[in-house]
């Protein structure tokens, strides 16, 4: 698997609905399309119910089964909940899918995905 492509188990999300009414867009291999990724989950790019590109930062699989990554990335969202400051992204909507926590952003610059 290259740096780009995501793992073969994040097929299973593509096209699908998420909490607040945001689906996750397919590249042409099925896969949803990435934005970014970090050590702990990927970025990936969704739309909203009403027509805007959204950010869905989703925990990895393999670290959603370690309790000290999950309880670190829900505590950021419940942090970053709490704060309010031009230079740092507001998250819109937390959820879970397929037994991975999520939050929702705005994209703020333009992707090449």
Known sequence: MSETQ?????????????????TLYSAADGSPVRIDAGASAYIL???SSSGFDK???ILRKERALEMSSHEKFLQEIKNLVLVSHPNIIKIEQTGSIKLRDHTTLPILLPIKA
């Open 6 to 22: 995501l793992p073969e188990y994040m097929k299973e999300l593509s096209d699908k609905r998420l909490n607040g009414g945001y």
């Open 45 to 47: 790019k969704a739309k």
């Open 55 to 57: 950010a869905v930062k």
